[in-house]
């Protein structure tokens, strides 16, 4: 595991859980449509982290598993998550029989395990046909404060592989999968500002991983750029947009 995923995610799991936003109701259709989970299906959330896309896997009324490596998060998801299938492993080393996911879907992770091996090992326990499905919540920078909070973050970001670099993409065409199709959905965050801009702040990897000193100093400026915009300054409520990206590929041999 990335020491930074390790380090991060294992320091800010309260504050992922709290400060990440859901996804659009849009994505169970995709789910359904593209990946065809329903009931009697089976499926994998891999790097599932707090269980935050539990929520929209649940509406399709497949049987979920749960793979999470960071024990903080894993212990958290299983907590508010009794009812799931929770597993320590990781995406090179599933804990699951071969053939067996009708689905794996990765959602806000696949970026920190986008290698040869983690792919063979989704294959491998796919059945036949199965479908592997990457998502991420992807801050819109075309609104002035958001691009203002993704430059304040740049200095700090690192070697942490990031969706945005596109390094990801590289694995595909991957081996025994079909072509990567893409889709995007309009999505928003709705709440208090320290909870939708402070805590998701704070819960970047790279941003959790630092001391808690540094930490005040990020949220200090945080606060500051926040009462800075006058779209957002002294607001109880907050909507923080997003573009929610989809990717599915069909398992081939």
């Not at 996804?23 to 982290?49: C, F, H, M, N, Q």
Request: net charge negative.
């Amino acid at each position: 595991m990335h020491e930074t995923a390790e380090q991060g995610f294992a320091a800010g799991a309260t504050t992922y859980a709290a400060g990440r936003p859901g996804y659009p109701p849009e994505i169970v259709g995709w789910l359904r449509s593209s990946l065809g989970l329903e009931k009697g299906r089976t499926v994998l959330d891999l790097g599932a982290g707090t269980g935050k896309f539990l929520a929209s896997l649940r509406q399709t009324e497949a049987a979920i598993a749960a793979v999470e490596p960071v024990l903080e998060m894993r212990e958290l998801l299983a907590a508010n998550n009794p009812d799931v299938r929770t597993l320590a492993g990781s995406a090179e080393a599933i804990p699951l029989a071969d053939g067996s996911m009708d689905a794996v879907v990765s959602a806000q992770a696949f970026h920190w395990f986008a290698n040869a091996q983690a792919l063979t090992e989704i294959r491998q326990v796919l059945k036949p046909g199965g479908s592997l499905g990457l998502i991420w919540n992807v801050r819109d920078e075309n609104v002035d404060w958001v691009a203002a909070l993704t430059q304040m973050m740049a200095p700090y970001e690192g070697s942490a592989p990031r969706y945005h670099s596109g390094e990801w993409r590289k694995m595909f065409p991957a081996p025994g999968f079909g072509p990567l199709q893409e889709r995007h959905f309009r999505h928003e965050h709705a709440g208090p500002p320290e909870q939708v801009i402070l805590n998701r702040v704070l819960s970047v990897s790279f941003i959790a991983a630092l001391s808690s000193e540094e930490q005040e100093s990020v949220a200090a400026r945080v606060r500051q750029l926040i009462d800075s915009f006058p779209a957002i300054a002294r607001q109880e409520q907050v909507a923080f947009p997003y573009r929610t990206v989809a990717f599915h590929c069909t398992k081939t041999s």
